[in-house]
């Protein structure tokens, strides 16, 4: 299997010889357990939001530990927060990490918001719900 130039940047960034795959799947994960980052195979992918996934699930593959899912295990109902507030939390750090990331993070969002990625664009924001609001923010 060929080695894309994106894989290679997701192993330099995480520093570890993680496996990335592509498959069809609505959108990027990673597995903290297998270390694996799953990369979506959309047909109109950017260079800048495939970078942006990529410095988003290389921050789960460096900051989130399995302790993460102990009070998902308590309380299933928590997960969508924590996932939101675990999302927000490694991606201020791999800003931290790779100031440089902060450009491509940015644009990559501003392409997935222009394409309604996140189905807002005729929603009033307003009427979210505060997690919502934190997510899209």
Known sequence: MEMKATDLSARLLATENLSVVRARTRTASFDIKSRILTLPMWKEMTTEVEDMLVGHEVGHALYT????????????????????????????????????????????????????????????????????????Y
């Open 65 to 136: 530990t399995e302790d993460y899912f102990n009070p998902i295990k308590e309380n299933p109902k928590m997960m969508g927060y924590l996932n939101i507030l675990e999302d927000v939390r490694i991606e201020k750090l791999m800003k931290r990490k790779y100031p440089g990331i902060r450009k491509t993070m940015t644009e990559g969002y501003k392409e997935l918001n222009e394409k309604d990625f996140f189905g807002v664009q005729k929603t009033d924001i307003d009427s979210l719900l505060l997690i919502d609001k934190i997510n899209l």
